[in-house]
């Protein structure tokens, strides 16, 4: 007699939070060493950015218009 293979159970999505650091911190990032002096005047004192938000702040910044 032939077995049933058991019905493969569905994983609940694991949802996790984006990884957020400090200004303090994304400073030291080899990431960022060519864009620290900007970073610290774009970045808030006591907020915490995601990579994807820091990476739109220098974006925004640098489409920016000269006046």
Same mark, same amino acid.
């Given at each position: 007699m032939a077995t049933r293979k058991k019905a493969a159970t569905a994983?609940?999505?694991?949802?996790?939070?984006?990884? &957020?650091?400090? !200004? @303090? #911190? &994304? +400073?030291?990032? *080899? *990431?960022?060493?060519? #864009? #620290?002096? %900007? +970073?610290?005047? +774009? %970045?808030?004192?006591? !907020? @915490?950015y995601t990579f994807d938000q820091i990476d739109g702040l220098i974006n925004d910044f640098m489409k920016g218009k000269v006046k």
């Amino acid at each position: 007699m032939a077995t049933r293979k058991k019905a493969a159970t569905a994983q609940e999505p694991t949802i996790t939070a984006p990884v &957020v650091f400090p !200004k @303090e #911190r &994304v +400073l030291t990032f *080899r *990431r960022y060493a060519d #864009r #620290r002096d %900007l +970073l610290s005047v +774009l %970045l808030e004192d006591g !907020k @915490e950015y995601t990579f994807d938000q820091i990476d739109g702040l220098i974006n925004d910044f640098m489409k920016g218009k000269v006046k």
